[in-house]
Every structure is written in structure tokens, then in C-alpha cells.
């Protein structure tokens, strides 16, 4: 299986029972995300968590 690091960090996200869609941080006056899910389709791998 392959995945990404944006996987891998939306999959820890979920673990820690956080939302990596709606979890932002402030750059630049600019709320940034750290999985950016429109740009790059990041996504929770359950196959992870058995």
C-alpha cells in the first residue's frame, strides 16, 4: 500500500481524535492546515489503525 505523508498525518490526527480537515494554524495572518485536503486529497487510512 501506498501513501503519503498528508495520509499519514491525517491518520495521526485521528488517532489523537482530531479533525485534520477543520484543525488550522495561523501563518502569515493566513489560516493554514497541515493536511491541506483540497490540494492534497489527504486522507484517514483505517488499515493503519487494525
Same mark, same amino acid.
Given at each position: 500500500? !501506498?501513501?503519503?505523508?498528508?495520509?499519514?498525518? /491525517?491518520? @495521526?490526527?485521528?488517532?489523537?481524535? @482530531?479533525?485534520?480537515?477543520?484543525?488550522?494554524?495561523?501563518?502569515?495572518? !493566513?489560516?493554514?492546515? @497541515?493536511?491541506?485536503?483540497?490540494?492534497? !486529497? /489527504? !486522507?484517514?487510512?483505517?488499515?493503519?489503525?487494525?
Amino acid at each position: 500500500m !501506498r501513501l503519503s505523508m498528508h495520509d499519514l498525518h /491525517a491518520t @495521526l490526527l485521528h488517532c489523537l481524535g @482530531l479533525d485534520h480537515q477543520r484543525l488550522t494554524y495561523d501563518h502569515d495572518g !493566513r489560516n493554514e492546515t @497541515l493536511t491541506d485536503p483540497d490540494l492534497t !486529497r /489527504a !486522507r484517514v487510512i483505517p488499515e493503519l489503525l487494525s
